[in-house]
């Protein structure tokens, strides 16, 4: 299998960003319309956005309200004539079914209009409470990788070290880890394209995930990264996508984390230094102030 030269401008660039998101423009995918996937686009919104589109449309529709009862002239009872405050807080204590008592329909069309609205209210608590509670839910990992992975010698034999840690004093149990890497080929028909291999790992699972990992790959003549030096390593454009799962004991659910190493992250002749000592309980202490850190071989 042939491996060229890379493209300049992929030279680096990842497939997943650091934090675990796919770095990728998708075009040509037909857009579906918002309402058959809107519950999916508000699931995947951060919460900060997801609340700031429920503050917009609460207080939009609230308007829209309180301008239809506007139009319908004297339909609110001891509201002030054409006041737009009156109706807007009308509207929320309808919409809310808080019902103050001192502001109250007027009329058959004023009556309708707050029938509507009521409807609409209960329908949109109804939804916002499952999505809020769909959002709030969903299992969410603190897994950190290590910012850089190394190589360098075990027992005489190179290998490629990076470590993984979980950051909640909850038990991750059942954790296991897949690694590929993502290089550039052209087939024996002449045509280029990315190819995945999978890293063979000495340990890819663990039972119980209390202290850091650090995930280990040999490289030997079967390894897809075998010979690979400082200078080659570029030439080839790889790319190193790690992916953990395992399962989140306070809660039973299965949690995943994502990580990526290109080129320039990559340590030669490097290794990570110790952060497991023992406490003067004779507890094991896991330092995380030196977790990213790495030194040369030779030096401790």
Sequence with gaps: MNHPPPDPRTVGIRTLRRDGTYNIERRGIPRRRFTQDAYHHFLSLSWRWLMAYIAVAYLTVNALFALAYLALGNAIENARHGSFEDAFFF????????????LVPK?????????????IGMVGVAVLTGLLFAKFSRPTSRVVFSRNAVVTTQNGVPVLLFRVANERDSMLVEARMHVVIVRGEVTAEGSRMRRFHDLVLTRPETPIFPLSWTVTHVLDESSPLFGLSPDNWRTQDVEIICALSGVEESISQSIHARFSYVCEDIRF???FVDIISIGEDGRRVLDYTHFHDVVPDGLT
């Design 269 to 271: 002749a490097h290794h």
């Design 91 to 102: 509207s929320v204590q309808t919409m809310a079914t808080i019902g103050y008592g001192k």
């Design 107 to 119: 009329g058959f069309a004023g009556n309708m209009l707050v029938t509507i609205e009521s409807v």
